[in-house]
């Protein structure tokens, strides 16, 4: 099984797209490194409010959200498939959630952050720009391709860019929280109530821009 795992490791840029994602559902299995944002918990595991836990089995600790991108298109649109707390309960108190991200040809997932976990990105095909802004207003870059690994410290403004003009890119998060909250920056700022006097001395600029901005987040009709 390893060796069948390390082939297709080595060879993901050629798999096809049912291949990729389950190379993405076999990183599921690898421990997870990143620092944990949850609370440890006394008991092995925490049963919902409400469930008797006799009753629990092993459905209760399988996830199948993932199996419709087993035999997906490639996509048309910048998605993000999550298994979180919310999606799957029995994370609960685990400190892990999961993430498959699919990025069409020139698309991006815009600056945003974690607030709860580090991210650990395996890209299982294509390939991606990524960056992260630490504390002092640093950039750090990377260009990687498939089978490459990044990882986003817990808490700093990061995005990923496909920079492929024909191809479209998938890769898999691993997080070390069970929610781990994602902070969009565009939507935070332009897409909130913030007023646009505050928002304009703050980017020293003019009113008129900052609705511009904000226009373009405007709920379509």
């Known amino acids: 099984m390893a060796a069948l795992f390390v082939s297709r490791f080595f060879s993901a840029m050629a798999l096809t797209v049912k291949q990729r994602f389950f190379l993405a559902i076999?990183?599921?299995a690898f421990p997870l490194s990143a620092i944990s944002g949850d609370p440890d918990i006394i008991s092995d595991f925490v049963v919902p409010i409400g469930v008797n836990a006799?009753?629990?089995d092993g459905n209760f600790f399988?996830?199948?959200?993932?199996?419709?991108?087993?035999?997906?298109?490639?996509?048309?649109?910048?998605?993000?498939?999550?298994?979180?707390?919310?999606?799957?309960?029995?994370?609960?108190?685990q400190?892990?959630?999961?993430?498959?991200?699919?990025?069409?040809?020139?698309?991006v997932n815009p600056p945003h952050t974690h607030p709860r976990a580090a991210e650990l990105l395996f890209l299982t095909y294509g390939i991606l720009e990524v960056g992260f802004v630490d504390t002092t207003n640093k950039?750090?870059?990377?260009?990687?391709?498939?089978?490459d690994i990044f990882v986003f410290p817990k808490g700093l403004v990061h995005y990923q860019f496909n920079c492929?003009?024909?191809?479209?890119?998938?890769?898999?998060?691993?997080?070390?929280?069970?929610a781990a909250g994602t902070v969009s920056v565009p939507s935070?700022?332009?897409?909130?109530?913030?007023?646009?006097?505050i928002l304009a001395k703050s980017f020293k600029t003019d009113v008129q821009t900052i609705q511009k901005l904000k226009a373009g987040f405007a709920p379509k009709a």
């Open 188 to 197: 935070t700022v332009f897409a909130t109530s913030i007023d646009d006097e």
């Open 54 to 56: 006799t009753v629990l």
């Open 26 to 28: 076999l990183v599921l």
């Open 62 to 93: 399988t996830y199948t959200g993932m199996r419709p991108l087993i035999n997906s298109d490639p996509p048309t649109n910048f998605t993000v498939t999550k298994a979180t707390m919310a999606e799957f309960p029995a994370l609960n108190g």
């Open 164 to 178: 492929a003009e024909n191809d479209f890119a998938v890769a898999v998060s691993a997080f070390g929280s069970a």
């Open 95 to 107: 400190s892990v959630s999961y993430a498959v991200l699919e990025y069409p040809a020139g698309s």
């Open 139 to 147: 950039l750090f870059t990377q260009r990687l391709q498939a089978a």
